[in-house]
């Protein structure tokens, strides 16, 4: 069955560093998303794309955060200056569609830690 | 703006028997989608199951079932003969349909405990 894929499963960067999170998406699916979970807290949207152009936003994804497709097949979440209140769970979502019963499939996410 | 609200923190139930997790949504869209998710220790969201605005009947998916009741806004999910790996975080999600690719918002989340 194909599932979304991430990579890494587990990062550890310093404070200051830029990361990059990388997303395969299911090959046929063309509406891609990040959402990020806090430890203990929900899951809560960042950014939806579509068309190799950012379809929506929440205020959490200010200026230091970035998301490319860069390939056919990749879909990454960039973050210039990490800091301590980026440590979170990152999950890359896709679609085959949007609207009705398309559910949204999740990856296995990323679990970001700033030191 | 879509709201959901889970206010079970916790909830424990016994091996076999039905359980229930509340679910209540608020929106101004006519069309939308409610989804459950179950995340289990590992971290990994899995889907559940869905129930659109306009379904008249209530979706289920082998032992999961949902609640729709629209007029009350809440979309409550319904394990039936819980077993031990049912044990996760459940959360309720929404989406607006009107308005293209639009994100799920998510719920605060229950602690299902299923004990032997």
């Known amino acids: 069955e194909p599932e979304v894929t991430q990579t890494p499963s587990h990062q550890v960067t310093q404070m200051g560093q830029e990361v990059i999170l990388r997303c395969v998406p299911i090959?046929?699916?063309?509406?891609f998303y990040w959402y990020r979970q806090i430890l203990g807290q929900k899951v809560e949207f960042l950014v939806s794309f579509y068309n190799n152009e950012i379809s929506e936003k929440s205020e959490i994804f200010d200026d230091q955060f970035s998301v490319e497709r860069p390939d056919g097949s990749n879909f990454t979440l960039k973050i210039r200056s990490t800091k301590l209140e980026d440590s979170a769970m990152y999950f890359c979502a896709s679609s085959v569609s949007t609207g009705g019963n398309y559910e949204q499939f999740f990856g296995p996410g990323t679990r970001l830690t700033v030191l | 703006a879509q709201k959901i609200t889970q206010t079970q923190p916790g909830m424990f139930v016994q091996e076999k028997e039905a359980v229930t997790l509340d679910c209540t949504y608020d929106?101004?869209?006519?069309?939308?989608?409610l989804f459950w998710y179950k995340q289990p220790s590992s971290g990994e969201m899995i889907f559940l199951i869905y129930q659109g605005s306009y379904d008249q009947q209530n979706a289920t998916e082998g032992r999961y079932s949902l609640n729709f009741q629209k007029a009350r806004k809440s979309a409550n999910l319904v394990i039936s003969a819980s077993q031990l790996g049912d044990s996760a975080m459940y959360f309720c999600a929404m989406r607006e349909e009107n308005s293209g690719n639009t994100p799920l918002v998510f719920g605060k989340g229950t602690r299902l405990s299923v004990i032997a």
């Open positions: 929106t101004s869209d006519p069309s939308y989608g």
């Open positions: 090959s046929n699916h063309l509406y």
